[in-house]
Every structure is written in C-alpha cells, then in structure tokens.
C-alpha cells in the first residue's frame, strides 16, 4: 500500500477513484478494518480510500422507519442514536473489540448476527444507496421509504460485493420498533441428530422467533431460541417444551442473556485459528457437527437458515474435509496471515454464478481499479 486518503465529502471520495482508474492502478477500501482479512489475497493497491470521516447520521425518519448513514458511520453508534427513539436497525454482527465496524463495511461483506433469523440479511434492510463508481460517477439507487423498487438496484448489487464495484457513500435502512422484552429458552444436545432434530422443530413452529442458533463443540452443545415482544413468556414456554420433546436437557429460560448472545456472535470471528463459514441446508446441520467433531472444531451458527461458523487448527483441515457434505458451500473467513496467502478463500471451483460475478465485475469496474483479486479468478 502506497497512499491512504480519508475524503469527507461523496465528490472527494469520487475524485480520488476518477484519478485511480485513470491511472489504471488499484484502490482498496476501509471502513473500520475489523474484516480487513477477509477475501482473496489481492495485488498491491496504490491508493486505500478510508470511510472515517464519511460518518455522518444523515438523516433518521423515525416516523417512517428509515434511516439514512454515511459509510463510516460505526453501527454501535447509530443503534445509540435509533434506541434514544426506541427503534433499531436489526443487524447485529461482531463490531470488533472497540465496537468500530462500519455500516459500509457490514454492507460490503453482507455480514450478520443472529437476528438475521427473523429480520433477514443486509439486503433485506437496505432501501438505497449512493456509491462512487470506478470512474468517478456517482450514483443512487432506490429511496428514503420501504416500497420502493425504482430504478436500477444498486444496493443489491452492491452488498456483499467486498468492495469490488466500487465505493459505499451512504445506505437507507428500514429499522424496525425495538422490542421491550426478550426471552431466551436455552438446552443441551448430546449427539448431532438430537440438536438438528430440535432445530428443525423450533424452526417450523409458529413462534416467530427473533434468533435461534446453537453452539457446539467436542460432542456437545445447545440450542438457543429468543423470543421478544409485550409478553414473549407464552412463546418461550412454548420454545423450552419443544426442546425437552426433541430429548434436550437443561431447557431453562432467561432475560439475562446479553452473555449468551454475544458468545454467539464472537464465535463468528477467531484471530489465531481459521473459521470457516458453511452454508447449506438447515437439514445438514448433523453432517456438519459430525465432520466438526472430527476435526476438533468449535461451530457456532444459524439453526433454522443452515449457516454454521467453524473454528480449527489449520492441520486439522484434511479431517473436517473427510467428512464435511458434498452439498454444503464453505468460504474461509479468518486465517492467520502466513497461511491466507496460499489459501483459495470461496472455495468455488466451478460454480456457474462465479461467471456471473465476473460479469457484473467487467460492468461496474472495466479497468479492475477496485480491490483487484478479492474474489477468485480476479473477479
């Protein structure tokens, strides 16, 4: 890395990129660095383009529900500012140590929590956005209120996109009502089939549940199941006998559960071993915590949508492969960074989409200024 800018207005931001892509050299982007890692080891950038004075509130509609933030905007900061209105915005990702991920950031890599559950991903609470584009144009798409679907979906493509489009300026949320109670059932699985079968019955059960998530680790976990709302208590009532049913001990309640969760969401970060995020069916899950035993892994993920978070020893990869399911899709996220470099973090192969990716990078960035090397194939 040669240069760092930090430009504090959106046709600063778009200047800088028009300059880069006239040079043909590269540019990377940076919000609050705590995903710095993720991605393919990509080629040297000339320029890192910074968020940290794009951290504006712009505007918050309490009224309508929706919420305009600069990409540099800390997420701890704004749900401060949405609770005050009693309302948040219903991502809830790991934020780094000193709470400093960026909405930029958590939209460039799609990140989650485990409200995703009930409240869906990133791209379901993005409404708009304005980004700069590799040659210096600014664009908009979408608006400031929930039905809006006008005009070519920018934030669509743009989230989850690892910064290889473009720049992030700004993102329109939906928030929703923060709720005024939560319940947690919570209770122990002893074998892989019980804690899937378990899952697989929360999740089908009328309760709308705002998280249900497991842990697991040395032929052991639990399943967690929140519940919010005026009085929640029914629902988790409701919650804990469905566990005891599918042969889960230990099934308890609390509304002391702020520890609970936030082990939830570290376990989705690791900073000396690799953590593997998987994706598949929710039906998978056993397949998953069977090849995580015999590896010696850690799993931490989302019951009812078929993510899991795998941390390991770097040698006990050859194990976890040996039995992991042919049909689940693993993306390295964290890895120490002696081994990162040899590392093909998406694990795609073949996959048609990868194609399509390539594609919709040729539009937005013909010249391939914008974080070069992120995805596999320099897409």
Not at 55 to 69: F, K, M, Q, S
Not at 280 to 292: E, H, I, K, M, Q
Request: with cysteine; charged share 20%; proline share 6%.
């Amino acid at each position: 890395m040669n240069e760092a800018a930090e430009p504090s207005t959106f046709e600063e931001a778009a200047d800088a990129l028009a300059a880069v892509n006239a040079s043909t050299s590269a540019v990377r982007f940076r919000g609050g660095g705590t995903k710095a890692g993720w991605g393919a080891v990509g080629v040297e950038s000339s320029l890192e383009l910074r968020t940290g004075s794009l951290d504006r509130i712009v505007e918050h509609n309490a009224g309508d529900l929706t919420a305009v933030l600069e990409a540099g905007v800390p997420l701890a900061r704004a749900q401060e500012r949405f609770a005050e209105a009693g309302q948040m915005l219903a991502l809830d990702p790991p934020l780094g140590a000193d709470q400093r991920a960026t909405v930029g950031g958590i939209v460039a890599t799609a990140d989650s929590g485990p409200l995703r559950h009930h409240y869906g991903g990133v791209r379901d609470l993005v409404i708009g956005m304005t980004v700069a584009l590799s040659d210096g144009t600014i664009a908009r798409s979408g608006g400031k209120v929930i039905k809006n679907v006008a005009g070519y979906d920018l934030a669509k493509v743009f989230s989850g996109s690892f910064g290889t489009l473009g720049m992030i300026l700004s993102v329109n949320f939906r928030l929703h009502p923060r709720p005024p109670h939560r319940l947690t059932a919570f209770g122990v699985a002893s074998d892989p089939e019980m804690l899937g079968s378990a899952a697989r019955a929360l999740a089908a059960a009328p309760l709308e549940l705002d998280a249900l998530d497991f842990a697991w680790r040395g032929g052991r976990g639990g399943l967690l199941a929140s519940v919010s709302g005026a009085e929640p208590k029914p629902r988790a009532d409701r919650a804990g006998k469905l566990m005891q049913e599918a042969g889960l001990s230990q099934v308890d309640l609390t509304d002391d559960d702020e520890k609970l969760w936030a082990r939830q969401r570290a376990g989705q970060r690791s900073a000396h071993a690799l953590l593997i995020r998987v994706t598949g069916r929710p039906t998978l899950l056993p397949a998953v915590l069977r090849a995580a035993d015999a590896s010696g892994a850690t799993v931490i993920g989302r019951a009812g949508l078929g993510t899991s978070y795998i941390e390991l020893d770097p040698e006990s990869v050859p194990r976890l492969q040996e039995g992991f399911p042919a049909d689940a899709y693993p993306v390295l996220l964290d890895a120490p960074p002696q081994l990162r470099s040899a590392a093909d973090p998406w694990g795609m192969g073949n996959v048609p989409a990868l194609e399509l990716m390539r594609r919709v990078k040729r539009r937005f960035d013909p010249v391939g200024v914008c974080n070069p090397g992120v995805f596999v194939g320099g897409i």
